[in-house]
């Protein structure tokens, strides 16, 4: 029975809450019609429906037809109905995507928009055996790792899906045997999707060697989701001890990463290009393996450009992975008068006028001599050409070549404030001061300028 079936899978899952309010995701095809009458029929529950539609704008007057068949079917159930309609073409050519993706992210945040309005617990969707079949085979074919292949989740944060061990067919005859109706999706006959041919070529071709070729794939999504949680357990272990947050993303040390096993090093990008982009759509296998490489080669810098606008870069002991705005960023900050300043680029500063010479040879504290230097000062980041003379030298260098002789990597050059008053440079941030500036030992008082940049002292920690 397919009510004992599904009440297995919500238990075996915890999917739901006594009393639970749940929006439940109908489109008006079959497998959508199901899970609206199986959950209205589980009393056990108690759950209270909200039934959603996004009508997606991509078949006309068919897309309009869906639309109100579910909300008329809202209506018989006696249930609220959130319906909203978007432009998925346009959001398609905006954001440079599939069709199948633009759409499915539009889905998502619809249903993330009405839960916010609802104050719903959970968001039902109505996968089946066969959307995880074709799932893992789509993700198998654009080279995925274990992760991509365990498939679809049967709960995945506040989305549940109690229909992911029932197949079409089981859904189809139950549909039937109460006289249910529903609405078919011609788009669902289109070998435009990938998804769609999968469904009607390349799994009928499969079943030829295989008849249960459904049941075994959704099988194997179950074991490389459970291989997946216990790689992830010690992912997450192993990101804390490697990766450093900062404003632009994350960065680490080659050292440390290249301890970890190769799945774990593997593991640990996913991550963390997951938690800037916000998910691994676009991201292949063969790219998380090339930064592998990038990384532990023994070039000592190069730069990635990743899909969703990510960079990753590398350079001495260190790489990064950030948005690719990290190198085109550049900051400019005018300082008129002694106090306390902090930036959004990541670091602060402490202006006084001092006589305490006990911080004299700290790094981050730099001494002028007032005779030298007056406000306003200029805060900002390297710029091509930049010279200044470093304390304890006779002539003038270029800061690129003393980024260079301090192994300061590339990527984070422009992260090192520069600190100048009219006169010139006076200090490159948290490494060396100008010695034209420096306090003559005659002199009392001098302004004191105390630098917290967390990039800076990363460099340093190397």
């Given at each position: 029975?397919?009510?004992?079936?599904?009440?297995?899978?919500?238990?075996?899952?915890?999917?739901?809450?006594?009393?639970?309010?749940?929006?439940?995701?109908?489109s008006g095809g079959s497998d959508s019609v199901c899970l609206l009458h199986l959950l209205y029929s589980l009393k056990k529950y108690r759950l209270k429906l909200i039934v959603a539609h996004l009508n997606h704008g991509l078949r006309d007057r068919e897309s309009d037809r869906d639309e109100k068949f579910v909300e008329e079917t809202a209506l018989k159930f006696g249930l609220k109905y959130i319906g909203e309609r978007c432009d998925t073409e346009s959001f398609k050519n905006q954001e440079n995507l599939s069709t199948e993706d633009a759409a499915r992210r539009l889905r998502y945040r619809f249903f993330d928009n009405s839960l916010k309005i609802t104050g719903a617990d959970k968001i039902a969707t109505a996968h089946n055996l066969e959307d995880q079949a074709e799932t893992v085979l789509m993700r198998m074919l654009r080279g995925s790792g274990s992760s991509g292949l365990s498939g679809i989740p049967p709960v995945n944060g506040n989305i549940v899906r109690p229909l992911i061990s029932i197949s079409s067919s089981e859904i189809k005859k139950y549909l039937k045997s109460q006289k249910i109706k529903w609405i078919e999706d011609s788009s669902n006959s289109s070998k435009i999707f990938l998804r769609n041919k999968i469904r009607h070529e390349l799994i009928p071709e499969l079943s030829k060697y295989n008849p249960k070729i459904v049941e075994v794939l959704s099988r194997t999504s179950n074991l490389l989701r459970l291989e997946s949680d216990f790689l992830n357990h010690h992912t997450q272990k192993a990101f804390k001890s490697v990766f450093v947050k900062k404003h632009f993303g994350y960065i680490a040390k080659i050292d440390k990463y290249s301890h970890l096993h190769k799945a774990i090093r593997l593991s640990v990008l996913r991550m963390c290009i997951e938690k800037i982009k916000g998910d691994l759509i676009s991201i292949s296998t063969v790219q998380i393996l090339n930064l592998d490489d990038q990384i532990n080669s023994v070039k000592a810098s190069s730069e990635v450009l990743l899909p969703g606008k990510l960079l990753f870069s590398k350079g001495y002991k260190v790489f990064s992975i950030s948005g690719n705005e990290l190198n085109k960023s550049g900051f400019n900050h005018e300082v008129k008068e002694y106090g306390k300043y902090s930036y959004r680029n990541g670091f602060k500063l402490l202006l006084e006028q001092s006589s305490d010479q006990s911080m004299w040879l700290d790094e981050n504290t730099g001494h002028f001599s007032l005779k030298k230097v007056s406000f306003p000062l200029n805060i900002r980041n390297v710029k091509p050409g930049d010279k200044f003379k470093p304390l304890g030298s006779k002539g003038f260098k270029k800061i690129k070549d003393f980024f260079i002789d301090e192994k300061v990597p590339r990527f984070l050059r422009k992260t090192v404030p520069i600190v100048e008053c009219k006169e010139g440079i006076i200090w490159v941030g948290g490494f060396r001061i100008d010695d034209r500036f420096k306090v003559d030992k005659r002199e009392k008082n001098f302004l004191r300028i105390r630098l917290s940049n967390p990039e800076v002292n990363l460099i340093k920690d190397f």
């Open positions: 029975m397919i009510q004992t079936d599904i009440s297995k899978t919500i238990d075996e899952y915890g999917m739901f809450n006594p009393g639970d309010k749940v929006i439940v995701g109908v």
